[in-house]
């Protein structure tokens, strides 16, 4: 007897070791299969992504070669795929949901008028294209952001530290007070333990990156090899060259994530040594116009902190972006006026120098998720060529 019930204790314990194994290979299986898919749905959404910029591009061309474009006071600088990040979620929820009505009034009022109105038919059809078009498993979502509004930190990788200047700053050191500007900002100010080492963090930033391997000082002066900061043997060391990645950033003595990442989206190594004024944020056009403004002799000293004189400049850079094609001569012009000071802005060293309008480098952030299974890309192009084919893509990551 107490065989029999070993035995069947034993086929039990099999049976379900078997069922549970089978059931752990069934949810891999699973598993590797959602995320291909949810890879895929993000690489659908790079592709649409890339078809929004295109046509951005040509309406924008299309527009500007029109007799109208001068007469239009508005922006058009900011990207479509900025201004409407693409989302399968909500063309489901707009189109398939019956939540929101196509044509005004409820999904009730709608029925209605289709048995008076043919009108109704174009949202029953927009419906049924929307439900064939995304007649698949899951989701993908796509959003973008031009790299050329914020601040390159590979930009000090093509300067020379000891270049002389006949007046002021020169070029890397002008940028490094840019900003040590920026990041001094009162707003920010709870991010630092020690403000009085932003300074030394920005100075150890353009170090890693210049090409000389000594501490650079304003100047054109040094004080020791820049491998002295770095204690620790295995630590990495400058690399004399640009960053490969915003992640290295971090490696940087003086760099901590308490204020880094935060302000990470403020931050690039894409791009050149201008800053694309018109889609930068308020924090970014600020520490640029205090920057270009200590650096004129016969202005007097600009409050940092004075919350109206900052939304006054801001404004007039912002009115300055209308149109669609914002010129940066009309936008240096109108902030000297503004600063009461006389034609400056365009001329070399003026503010027109510190900026450009042009949208070239793109990031672009995707997503396809499928179940609980979600798979994010995110991407760096330059679209400097015509023909999407062409665009370089600078960076990839899957994670």
């Known amino acids: 007897m107490m065989m029999v019930i070993s035995a069947i204790m034993l086929l039990s314990m099999v049976a379900l070791e078997f069922v549970f ?10 598993n590797e299969k959602e995320r291909l898919q949810a890879h895929y ?5 790079l592709n649409l992504m890339k078809i929004e910029l295109k046509m951005d591009k040509q309406i924008k061309s299309a527009i500007a070669s029109s007799p109208i474009a001068q007469g239009l006071p508005i922006d058009l600088s900011q990207p479509m795929c900025q201004q409407f990040p693409f989302s399968t979620e909500l063309i489901r929820a707009f189109f398939i949901g019956g939540e929101i009505p196509l044509m005004g009034g409820t999904e009730g009022d709608v029925k209605a008028e289709g048995e008076k109105k043919e009108d109704s038919s174009a949202t029953v059809f927009e419906a049924e294209t929307a439900q064939e078009f995304l007649s ?12 050329e ?4 930190l590979n930009y000090f990788a093509d300067l ?6 006949l007046s002021g700053l020169n070029q890397y050191d002008a940028y490094k007070f840019i900003l040590t500007n920026f990041l001094k900002a009162d707003r920010y100010k709870k991010l630092f333990e020690d403000p009085g080492k932003i300074e030394d963090a920005v100075r150890n930033i353009a170090d890693w990156t210049d090409k000389n391997d000594v501490i650079n000082t304003p100047g054109g002066t040094s004080q020791g090899a820049e491998a002295s900061l770095y204690k620790d043997e295995k630590a990495p060391r400058p690399r004399n060259t640009k960053f490969l990645s915003l992640d290295e950033v ?9 204020w880094f990442m935060p302000l990470e989206d403020m931050f690039t190594i894409y791009g050149g040594n201008k800053i694309n004024i018109c889609m930068a944020e308020d924090d970014v056009i600020w520490a640029l116009i205090i920057a270009y403004a200590g650096q004129k002799p016969d202005l ?4 940092s902190k004075n919350a109206d004189l900052k939304k006054k400049f801001v404004d007039t850079v912002r009115f300055s972006c ?6 940066t001569s009309k936008i240096a012009s109108d902030l000297d006026t503004a600063l009461g000071i006389g034609g400056t802005g365009q001329t070399s060293g003026g503010f027109a120098s510190l900026i450009t309008t042009e949208n070239r480098y793109y990031s672009l952030k995707l997503t396809g998720q499928v179940g609980n299974t979600v798979v994010n890309i995110k991407t760096v192009l330059d679209t400097k060529d015509q023909d999407p084919k062409k665009w370089k893509m600078l960076y990839y990551k899957v994670y």
């Open 21 to 30: 194994g089978s059931n752990v290979n069934y949810r891999i299986a699973v």
């Open 41 to 45: 749905l993000a690489e659908s959404a």
């Open 136 to 147: 698949f498993e899951g989701d993908f979502n796509g959003e973008c952001k031009n790299e």
């Open 149 to 152: 509004s914020k601040f390159n």
């Open 160 to 165: 020379d530290p000891a270049q002389e200047s």
């Open 250 to 258: 971090h490696l940087v003595d003086g760099v901590k994530d308490t």
């Open 300 to 303: 007097p000293p600009i409050d």
């Open 322 to 327: 209308t149109g669609v094609q914002p010129q």
